[in-house]
């Protein structure tokens, strides 16, 4: 299995609402990454886990909660969203080394509409 | 702060021709770069990843070069076709920051 995989592909919430995303994959990866996309703009790093543990916070909102319950899953919580944060989020994976990053592979994304 | 530019923005080719796209970094303390396709409203494909030490990689029709000292890395596609139609990423990896940053894209149109 050499794929990341998200769900949903779409999502509609209020600004009042809880959902959440979910990324796995199973190569055996232990990075994994959300990114946001807007229209037409190249996808900004969110957060990063590294062994199941958070690594990097690029100051995100709390509204954005991640969770990373085991290797193989990716979770991200969201909260009192706001219109703004309509956008395409992506997950990726790489295999971890000490001596940087290797190759990150990404899913298809969620598309999300805020209302 | 990683800034990372392609050149040009959009470009519209016919059928069977080489092009190159064009990539320049700020930073130039990268581990490697990694060039991506995104077709609308989809995720992005890994084409190609190339190390800080190597110069050039290859992958089918697809050959991306790296001057890491200069700041610049090209992606060379030849004979194209309409299949290759996408935006065109490129992102080095920064030691600094321990991320990708990405470059604002070039989007292709192959046309027959």
């Known amino acids: 299995d050499t794929e990341v995989t998200q769900t949903p592909k779409h999502l509609v919430m209020g600004m009042t609402n809880k959902k959440s995303l979910k990324c796995e994959q199973h190569?055996?990866?232990?990075?994994m990454y959300w990114y946001k996309q807007k229209a037409k703009k190249p996808p900004e790093l969110m957060f990063v886990?590294?062994?199941?543990?958070?690594?990097i916070n690029e100051s995100v909102p709390s509204r954005f909660s991640p969770e990373c319950p085991n290797s193989s899953l990716l979770n991200l919580h969201l909260h009192a969203l706001q219109p703004e944060d309509s956008a395409l989020y992506l997950c990726?994976?790489?295999?971890?080394?000490?001596?940087?990053?290797?190759?990150?592979?990404f899913g298809p994304g969620t598309r999300l509409t805020v209302l | 702060k990683q800034e990372v530019t392609q050149i040009p923005a959009a470009l519209s080719v016919p059928e069977g021709e080489n092009l190159v796209l064009n990539c320049s970094f700020t930073?130039?303390?990268?581990?490697?770069l990694q060039w991506f396709r995104q077709d609308p409203g989809k995720g992005l494909t890994s084409l190609l990843l190339?190390?800080?030490?190597?110069r050039e990689q290859t992958s089918g029709r697809l050959n991306a070069s790296l001057d890491k000292s200069s700041g610049r890395s090209t992606l060379y596609i030849a004979a194209s076709q309409p299949g290759d139609s996408a935006t065109y990423l490129c992102?080095?990896?920064?030691?600094?920051?321990?991320?990708?940053?990405f470059g604002t894209g070039t989007r292709l149109q192959v046309t027959l």
């Open positions: 990726a994976s790489s295999p971890r080394s000490s001596g940087g990053a290797r190759e990150q592979f």
């Open positions: 190569m055996g990866h232990r990075a």
């Open positions: 886990y590294s062994y199941e543990k958070l690594s």
């Open positions: 930073d130039s303390a990268i581990y490697n």
């Open positions: 190339i190390q800080s030490s190597q």
């Open positions: 992102a080095p990896y920064t030691g600094t920051a321990s991320k990708l940053t």
